[in-house]
Structures are given as structure tokens and as C-alpha cells.
């Protein structure tokens, strides 16, 4: 099991920035990508950006040069630096992990609101 608490979200005005965090504990040796996914109002959950355990990484084509995931393995921890924030960057933002075993695991969520 791996348990994720995510931190940092909050209301920004656009242009504005943000910086999420997502610890996890638990059975942490067995992580292998940890990344960022989105869920606006009426919308289906998206990818926002994934890093594995390397240090490779993915993103969504709405949210690059905007958007930047790192990875402090040492603290088991995986942030996603928000810059340039658009009114369409709101969405409940869900931190994921999936372990060597494919298995996936999701924080509770954190709401990001960006007002114009």
C-alpha cells in the first residue's frame, strides 16, 4: 500500500503561480512513476505530467513551458511548479503513483482555482 498526501493548492490569478506537493508513505520502495492528473467540473480526469523513478519525464501539450514536475526520491516526494496559470488550469489536481507491479494508487485531490 502507498498513501499520498498532496499540499499546496489554492486560489491565483491568472498569470499567477502555484506549487503542489505529494508525499508518499507506505510501501515507497515499490514506486516507480509518480505524476499529476487533472479533473475539471464536467470533465473527464486528465494527465497533467509524469516523472519515473530516472528522472524521465512526460506532459500534457496544454500545460508545457508552463508547467515543470520534479522528483526528491530521498523524501519521496514529487511536485508539480504551476507557472503562467490560465483560467482553464482549474481543476481538482490528484497526485499518482504506480508501482513496479502496475499497481495505482491516488491522493485525495486538491483544488486549484485560477480567477481571472
Known amino acids: 500500500q502507498v498513501h499520498l498526501v498532496e499540499s499546496g493548492g489554492g486560489l491565483v490569478q491568472a498569470g499567477g503561480s502555484l506549487r503542489l506537493s505529494c508525499a508518499a508513505s507506505?510501501?515507497?520502495?515499490?514506486?516507480?512513476?509518480m505524476g499529476w492528473y487533472r479533473q475539471a467540473p464536467g470533465k473527464q480526469r486528465e494527465l497533467v505530467a509524469t516523472v519515473t523513478r530516472g528522472g524521465y519525464t512526460n506532459y500534457a501539450d496544454s500545460v508545457k513551458g508552463r508547467f515543470t514536475i520534479s522528483r526528491d526520491n530521498a523524501k519521496n516526494t514529487v511536485y508539480l511548479q504551476m507557472n503562467s496559470l490560465k483560467r482553464e488550469d482549474t481543476a481538482v489536481y490528484y497526485c499518482?503513483?504506480?508501482?513496479?507491479?502496475?499497481?495505482?494508487?491516488w491522493g485525495q485531490g486538491t483544488q486549484v482555482t485560477v480567477s481571472s
Open positions: 499518482n503513483t504506480v508501482t513496479a507491479r502496475d499497481y495505482s494508487y
Open positions: 507506505g510501501s515507497i520502495y515499490t514506486i516507480n512513476t
